[in-house]
């Protein structure tokens, strides 16, 4: 089970109302390479890993995921609170506030809603962790692409350091790759 | 002592005066060991792991795994009142524990690690205490809630902290 701790894993505290980037940004969240797609990715395929080992490491890393969706749930929420109608339509984000208002809601950049189709489990444990090591590079290249975008450093921080959480996840996700292709030769 | 001298401890700030008697505290080791600045990490196996403070900051405990984006440095973190600073440092223990437990679950018999894991645990658990019976609870299971419901009377993380 989880419990919730009344605080953010890293602080944001956007002060400047930017709708652009928030337009980008929700990508990370309901994007195929987003955070909500990784925590489900992970907490999904944790279940058949063949020993302790992966099943502790897809958990941990899975749970990290859904404080990742936070940070970016809130960022959004801060880039676009104080928003004016006025200034939702020019950002074409008036089809946004058509369906949801001035809420969340996790599509990817182009406002595709999020889809379980974005990522795959297979059973097989090489397969699933290649997958996610995957996923970890784009979601980093993804953070890239997002910090080319912008010159706010109260954005720009965050976006650091969700980017080089994902530099750390694919590291252990590949180490676990290698230890699971030692210890199964032969058997997947 | 009362909180405001811990924290004030915590964060350096006895050579700006804050303290009246901070003689008596510099002598107390216990309040010297909380201090993230403080914390021995020297006897990490290849001296891999870097301080709570710059690791929080950069998003990584490794400093053989840090990698730069375009020379763009990570943020400088600065608090807007004595809560945010607080909650800070509770913050910046609970992510040198996230990268830990996830390296502890690759490496489970690196001791310096799980020794590095286990005093990030008992600053947390402190601060967090301390924490608590000033701002109320950061958890449902806090004590602090003896006598009066708090969960829903302090900011969410959402919200702009001014």
Request: proline fraction near 4%; aromatic fraction near 12%; glycine fraction near 4%.
């Amino acid at each position: 089970m989880w419990k919730y701790i009344k605080t953010l894993e890293y602080p944001v505290n956007i002060k400047k109302k930017d709708l652009r980037i928030a337009k980008y940004l929700v990508t990370q969240y309901g994007g195929s390479n987003g955070e909500l797609a990784a925590a489900f990715r992970y907490l999904n395929q944790r279940y058949t890993m063949p020993d302790d080992k992966g099943k502790a490491l897809l958990t941990d890393i899975g749970t990290e995921e859904l404080a990742h969706v936070e940070i970016i749930s809130t960022m959004i929420y801060q880039l676009m609170k104080d928003a004016t109608l006025d200034e939702l339509k020019k950002a074409g984000l008036d089809t946004h506030y058509a369906e949801h208002g001035r809420a969340l809601y996790p599509t990817d950049a182009n406002g595709v809603p999020f889809t379980i189709a974005y990522f795959a489990t297979t059973g097989d444990p090489l397969a699933d962790i290649s997958e996610d090591m995957a996923a970890e590079q784009k979601a980093r290249a993804v953070y890239e692409n997002l910090l080319d975008l912008t010159d706010d450093p109260d954005v720009i921080g965050p976006l650091l350091f969700l980017r080089q959480r994902e530099i750390i996840h694919f590291t252990r996700f590949k180490e676990l790759y290698n230890e699971y292709k030692k210890k199964y030769k032969n058997k997947m | 002592m009362n909180f405001n001298d811990y924290y004030n401890y915590l964060n350096g700030y006895n050579d700006m005066n804050y303290m009246p008697n901070s003689n008596q505290m510099i002598e107390d080791l216990n309040y010297q060991s909380l201090m993230p600045n403080n914390m021995n990490t020297s006897n990490n196996q290849n001296n891999n792991i870097i301080s709570t403070e710059e690791g929080f900051k950069r998003g990584n405990m490794f400093k053989n795994l840090y990698d730069e984006y375009k020379n763009l440095k990570p943020r400088k973190l600065t608090a807007n009142s004595e809560r945010e600073d607080m909650l800070m440092q509770i913050m910046e223990y609970n992510f040198a524990m996230i990268d830990l437990q996830l390296y502890l679950d690759m490496y489970p018999n690196d001791k310096d690690a799980l020794k590095l894991f286990n005093t990030y645990l008992n600053n947390k658990k402190e601060l967090t205490n301390m924490f608590e019976e000033k701002y109320g609870p950061l958890t449902i299971d806090s004590e602090v809630q003896r006598n009066n419901w708090l969960w829903d009377n302090s900011p969410w993380p959402w919200e702009v902290q001014k």
